[in-house]
């Protein structure tokens, strides 16, 4: 499995598709990005309902990314006792425009699948990407078992 694991949103990738820093990642694809044009950014507003809705509770949520720079982070205490943290770059309140990946620091995979997939049903699709070059399109129609089995 990889190290490092992220959520795109795909109205960020329609926003850079002319950036040449991104040409190859955005070819290799094969996406048709016109798509989600129409897809709006996520908010923390967003993420936060994402996560109640998904039947999660915050235990931490502060204004700094996993590094302590300027962001948004949060942990979500399981049952099991297991914390699963994502965090958020460049972002300084709950109603701005996220236009940066969300991050998995930790915990469940799942639980973190379950958060973006429930946030996927109210501000579009997200690319789940890994450093290993693993990915998979998170839709309103996928669920946890799907993607686990297709990013395995």
């Given at each position: ?24 990642f955005i ?61 958020v770059d ?27 997939l429930t ?34």
């Open positions: 499995m990889a190290n490092s694991i992220c959520a795109i949103p795909m109205r960020m990738l329609y926003d850079e598709r002319n950036d040449p820093q991104m040409d190859t070819a290799d694809l094969d996406i048709d990005l016109n798509a989600y044009v129409k897809h709006q950014h996520p908010t923390v507003l967003d993420l936060q309902m994402a996560i109640k809705q998904s039947g999660l509770n915050l235990t931490v949520a502060q204004f700094q990314n996993a590094e302590g720079e300027q962001g948004w982070s949060c942990s979500i205490k399981e049952n099991d006792g297991y914390h699963t943290l994502i965090s460049k972002v300084q309140s709950e109603q701005e425009a996220i236009k940066e990946m969300f991050y998995f620091s930790g915990g469940q995979l799942e639980t973190y699948i379950l958060v973006m946030l996927v049903k109210n501000t579009g699709d997200l690319l789940l990407y890994c450093d290993s070059g693993q990915m998979c399109l998170l839709t309103k129609t996928k669920t946890v078992e799907e993607v686990l089995s297709e990013f395995s």
